[in-house]
């Protein structure tokens, strides 16, 4: 079984870099299943019905989200329909959403979990291992994957070495820099962070002048998301479907050309 894994898409920039990248890659790994984090897609923040709707016309099989999730007030007229989204399953508002769906992918029950980290994130109600403990014991699945959205690479990694062999890929997300860490931990396919989707020349996906003057000038700024051409970012991951191991993985960062900055 093949799985692609893509990084937070952010704004029309990521939308569009999506877009275009991914064709391209169908031909070359020939993914049996795609999720991308999204709680960036709208604007940096959030995400709508119909950017929710494009993205799963485009081949994406499942949509990941994080602390955004809540960003745009839309997400409340759709979620609950969202038979595609997964939502971190530690975040208030609880009530909201699910937050591990189970897909059937070359006639393998496949889950795929949303959680987020606790350093340095808000919002957050319980421990990521904690709740994957209880998810674990409530859902059955041949294969589980998980997207860790949090701030530090040690979390995540702890995370992946307390779960590997019982989860069968652990993805980060949320910082939007792109990680040179992964690796199969017992059989899992890991990696601190996928990356992002957005602006090449940007911070983070946001307009650079903009936050520089938050850092320089101590002003609150508006979240401009920065425009051009975009990086793509993700994970490609190959698992036996007999022993239910990764046995190969590899990271890919796609960069704009002919970029001056």
């Known amino acids: 079984m093949n799985v692609l894994f893509i990084g937070d898409i952010v704004g029309k920039a990521g939308r569009l870099c999506v877009k275009e ?46 602390n ?33 769906r189970v897909l059937e992918v070359k006639g393998m029950r496949v889950a795929i979990s949303n959680l987020c980290g606790e350093t340095f994130m808000n919002n957050v109600v319980e421990s990521p291992f904690t709740c994957m403990e209880r998810i674990l014991e ?4 041949d294969l589980h994957f998980v997207d860790l959205h949090g701030e530090t690479t040690s979390e995540k990694m702890a995370f992946t070495y307390h779960f590997a062999g019982r989860v069968h890929a652990v993805v980060g997300t949320h910082t939007h820099v792109q990680t040179a860490d992964e690796r199969i931990v017992y059989g899992a396919a890991a990696i601190s962070d996928l990356g992002m989707c957005g602006a ?22 508006r979240y401009t ?37």
């Open 200 to 221: 090449y020349t940007s911070v983070l996906g946001r307009d650079v002048k903009e936050v520089i003057t938050r850092f320089t000038e101590a002003v609150k700024t």
């Open 68 to 100: 955004h999730t809540f960003s745009k007030n839309d997400i409340y007229t759709f979620i609950h329909e969202a038979d595609r989204m997964v939502r971190p399953a530690n975040m208030e508002p609880l009530h909201y959403g699910v937050s591990t």
């Open 138 to 141: 409530n859902v059955k699945a």
């Open 225 to 261: 998301v920065a425009e051009g051409p975009a990086i793509f970012c993700g994970l490609f991951v190959h698992f036996d479907e007999n022993s239910k191991r990764a046995m190969d993985v590899e990271r890919i960062q796609l960069r704009p050309k002919h970029i001056e900055e």
């Open 21 to 66: 990248q991914l064709p391209k890659l169908k031909e070359q790994y020939h993914p049996d299943l795609i999720i991308a984090n999204g709680e960036n897609a709208a604007h940096g923040k959030g995400i709508t019905k119909r950017i929710y709707t494009e993205l799963l016309d485009q081949g994406i099989d499942m949509i990941t989200m994080g």
